[in-house]
């Protein structure tokens, strides 16, 4: 048996409306797409059609937007009076767009504009007061943020004393009190009443520029794709309209910067998704911030030099390349820290990038299942600043804020937090998260959520059902690309790839059909998947490879239900693939002790059932290994019973080797007792080998075939000497117990070890094989 990783979550069936019915056989939408629609809240023709075919038409009036016309008057003023004009963005993906648009707005009315992005290990996020007073003091008549301002109050007080006016557009969680801007510009604003509300930063700056130009800048689709993908804001309404047209702009558009970034990540233009923005370009425009200054992003988007795009989009290249070996050394440096006893990982060291610790709380996450902080201490030693990330069992803004006298500066949401706190409350942060956890009795070992779509059989699976699931593209956040489910389907072929074999590939089948699967890091899961039967989910995905395509799983999660059954017979090293923790080794042959390793766990001589659970009462024990055979194949299955375990790894080892050596011919029995009446007496304590290499029988043979004369009577054997019956009984050999026990062993070795695995498999679990 193997657990999930995930929970899986699935989604109770939904009852179509006849309208609805119609419109899918209308549309020739096939009936499990149609009941994704569904589910995702598309159940009318109008949201159907504004669901496939979003229009610009559909685009919601800028002006709905609270004080976007005092704004808009504001910016107007500025260009005609030729003051000058400061764009105030971040330092990430979203703030580089947000900034390219709205700076080539207010230039494309007339307007003399500057731009600054903060560096996030000087200024920090947000409004910065010493930055906001130079570049007043250098000329800055009206300051516009993007991206940031709402919690700006420092700044923004001291721009209006200076007599500045200043425009906050933004998108992030509204304080109770807003700063004292000429205009805050947020689609949640308390008093306004836009009709969406998920807007990103770069959408905020998208609609003050097309109320500022007086029309949709379709121009700027493309930038505002990249920011909404990136920072991961919900891709339903507006936001999937504007990312749906914004990706069919890039595929097409004419933007040199943007095109160099695109060549730069390997990916081919016309092919663009939103997949390729939220892993390739989105994680190199973020690199800029993450390691130092982001300012070249909004050059790049801006460029109509081909030589300094090029230039640019080497130097990103450059930047994403370095953050990547920064994020490995310190996730690996990471992983030695952790404590897998413990509840959540509080993890701090010197010298650790500030910028990439969010990405390594997110993978320590997920390989663990455990809420995860990740700080780095300052060289002096006395402060600690970093991210962290959660599982959605726990709520960690809510876990930090009950503590926020712990922190110097803190703020965050319900899956991730940033923070800097004294050295010294480290471990006490610790303490107050796990004490939080036992108070809320919140349970983190049920894993996180993985919601399944729908269950579906590997026939139903064709390239036709996969295309159509593109109808739902673009996936993000509260669209996400659908996971589908495969129940006690086989694997077959499988096999690690990848060059460090971090990955799998393999097949599923049901008997009938088989689907091709790639499970990205779970190399180390190749023995679990070997031949079981399984319960597999991820998401679907078209193999095209010279010219064929075919259905392909991207797997994310699997489960075995069944007993596992890990045949490690005649396998070289055989028992390093034996887990150390919980096992217990039971032999049946005494004898068979002497082939196993001396430092392993826990090692059991099997005598009865009765004698089992005596000896085992108390302990925990995941894994049973069967060292040998039995004399008895019901042995087996009274060891399986009386210890409830479900992963069996089998070795198979033989002493005596019983099913290889037979029980002798008669001519070889007739040479042996020949010898004996000749020589009187045989040395078969030291001479054994010797009698062996003369008779040409092979030594375990031989020693079960002396057995069998003594056990009949015709020799006697004392200190190691054998010695010749002159007037023994006649019995036929068959008459042995010896003999007889020799018959039953070489038919439960011949079952046990030659048996192919699929045959043992259904014999534990009392099936009919097919």
Known sequence: MKKSKYIWKYPENPVFSEEFTELLNEKNISPLVGKLLWQRGIQTSEQLALFLTPSIEALHDPFLIYEMDKAIERIQQAVEQGERILVYGDYDADGITSTTVMKEAVELIGGEVDYFLPNRFIHGYGPNLSVFKEKIESGIQLIITVDNGVAGHEAVNYAKEQGIDVIITDHHELPEILPDALAV?????????????????????????????????????????????????????????????????????????????????????????????????????????????????????????????LSIAKFIEEKNNERKKIVETITEEAFTLLDLRSSIHVLAQKGWHEGVLGIVAGRIMQETGKPTIVLTIDENGSTAKGSGRSVSALNMYDALNEKRELFTHFGGHHMAAGMTLPVENIDVLKEQLIHYIEKNAIDLSQGQELQIDEVLTIEETTLSFINQLKLLAP??????????????????????????????????????????????????????????????????????????????LMAEDYSIEDIQLFDLRGKANQQQDIPEKNTLF?????????????????????????????????????????????????????????????????????????????????????????????????????????????????????????????????????????????????????????????????????????????ALLSWLLNEEEE
């Not at 001396?598 to 059932?609: A, C, K, P, V, W």
């Not at 029988?697 to 003594?710: H, P």
């Open 185 to 309: 510009i947020h689609p949640k604003h308390p008093k306004g009443d836009y009709p969406f509300g998920d807007l990103a930063g770069v959408g905020v700056a998208f609609k003050v520029a097309s109320a500022l130009l007086g029309e949709t800048p379709t121009e700027f689709f493309d930038l505002v794709a990249i920011g909404t993908i990136a920072d991961l804001v919900s891709l339903t309404g507006e936001n999937r309209m504007l990312v749906q047209m914004g990706l069919k702009m890039i595929q097409s558009g004419d933007r040199i910067g943007l095109d160099a970034l695109i060549h730069s990540a390997g990916l081919k233009k016309e092919e663009i998704s939103e997949e390729n923005i939220g892993f390739a370009i989105g994680p190199r425009l973020n690199a800029l911030g993450r390691l130092g200054e982001a300012a070249p992003g909004v050059e790049l988007m801006t460029t109509f030099d081909e030589d300094e795009a």
């Open 475 to 552: 996936f993000g956040t509260d669209n996400p690309m659908p996971n589908f489910s495969y129940k006690k389907v086989d694997a077959i072929q499988v096999r690690q790839i990848g060059a460090q074999q971090d990955h799998l590939k393999l097949q599923i089948t049901d008997g009938s059909a088989s689907l091709d699967v790639i499970a990205f890091q779970m190399g180390k899961d190749a023995k679990e998947f070997a031949e079981n039967r399984c319960n597999i989910a991820g998401k679907l995905s078209i193999n095209e490879w010279n010219g064929n395509k075919k259905p392909q």
């Open 586 to 758: 039971v032999y049946f042959q005494k004898e068979s002790v002497k082939l196993l390793k001396t430092d392993i766990g826990n090692m059991l001589y099997y005598e009865s059932s009765e004698q089992l659970l005596s000896e085992t009462n108390g302990m925990t024990i995941e894994q049973l290994v069967i060292v040998d055979c039995p004399d008895e194949l019901d042995d087996i299955k009274q060891l399986i019973e009386g210890v409830n375990v479900n992963r069996i790894y089998l070795l198979g080892l033989s002493t005596d080797e019983a099913y290889l050596n037979g029980t002798g011919s008669r001519e070889q029995f007739s040479k042996l007792y020949a010898l004996i009446r000749k020589q009187g007496t045989l040395d078969v304590r030291y001479k054994l080998d010797t009698v062996s290499n003369y008779l040409q029988i092979q030594e375990k043979l031989l020693i079960f075939m002396i057995q069998v004369f003594f056990d009949l009577g015709f020799v006697t054997i004392e200190d190691g000497i054998l010695r010749n019956v002159d007037t023994p009984e006649n019995h036929p050999l068959t008459e042995s117990e010896v003999y007889q026990k020799r018959l039953k062993k070489i038919k439960v070795e011949e079952f046990l070890l030659y048996s192919d695995r699929k």
